[in-house]
């Protein structure tokens, strides 16, 4: 079965989450529904909610990962050494060249990067390899772990 992807420019979280849960599309979007604003895409007070709904928690883990990223933005090797020793799932949130819309990606013990976008590999990439190959500046605004509540 081929994983979820996003269907439209804003949907990432609802890819992400379906990811996370195997919800199908239907029921995560009513789940998604209520935050709905009228702008585009979904924050982690949208998402975190979502998932503890359905039994899974967030845990903000940004402090712990920054600390691996240089000053200038460089992905160091200790941030690699982390992501190859990472056993679990993280919800990552990414913005590009500043831009205020982040999008979210799913990592995958080992350090893989399920990214939602259709054309991103559908068995995942090394994510220091995934942010090699993102075209702009992009900056890390949020890390979490997820596990089963």
């Known amino acids: ?75 160091s090797s200790a941030f690699r050494t982390f992501w190859a020793q990472f056993q679990g799932a993280a919800a990552v949130c990414y913005s590009k060249d500043d831009s205020k819309l982040g999008h979210w990606i799913v990592v995958r013990s080992g350090g893989v990067v399920l990214d939602p976008e259709p054309s991103a590999p559908e068995n995942g990439e090394f994510i220091v390899d995934y942010f090699k190959q993102v075209p702009v500046k992009s900056i890390i605004t949020s890390i979490s772990l997820v596990a089963r509540m």
Do not use: H
Not at 10 to 28: F, H, K, L, P, S
Not at 35 to 59: H, I, N, V
């Open 1 to 75: 079965m081929l994983r979820p992807r996003q269907t439209g420019s804003n949907d990432c979280a609802i890819a992400v989450y379906r990811e996370i849960t195997g919800e199908d599309a239907n029921a995560a979007f009513a789940r998604f529904y209520p935050y709905m604003k009228g702008q585009a895409g979904f924050s982690r007070e949208a998402l975190s909610p979502c998932l503890r709904d359905a039994g899974w928690l967030m845990t903000p883990y940004e402090d712990t990962v920054r600390k691996l990223i240089e000053l200038d933005g460089t992905l």
